[in-house]
């Protein structure tokens, strides 16, 4: 586990399993170079968890399921909330009775 008691999460390569600290926010592997994973080996997360998510605006509504610290105030920009816009005629034309497009060009 991990050896600052301040996190409940560590960090895992996605290419070679590696492990490490998130002091400094390391962004890739220093053994292969891939990027990292976030894991939570001491969160017992549940969907019941996504159910309790409060109501409102911005992903940090989602903090339980972020990589933050408890005391931790992260800086925001607005992000998220983007909207979910049916394509009715695209899909008829590709032929999906029901068909979404998430428009994350506001990010």
């Known amino acids: ?17 590696a492990t490490a600290d998130p002091a400094g926010l390391p962004t890739v592997c ?6 990292w994973l976030v894991r939570y080996p001491d969160r017992n997360l549940t969907l019941t968890d996504r159910a309790e998510i409060p109501r409102g605006r911005g992903m940090f509504r989602f903090r339980k399921f972020l990589p933050l610290l ?8 607005g992000e998220g909330d983007t909207p979910l816009l ?21 990010n």
């Open 1 to 17: 586990m991990n050896a600052d008691a301040r996190y409940d999460w560590i960090l895992e390569c996605s290419g070679c399993g």
């Open 86 to 106: 049916e394509l009715e005629r695209t899909g008829q034309e590709l032929g999906f009775t029901d068909l979404w497009l998430k428009d994350e060009g506001a």
């Open 70 to 77: 408890a005391d931790e105030a992260p800086v925001t920009l």
């Open 30 to 35: 220093g053994a292969c170079g891939q990027p």
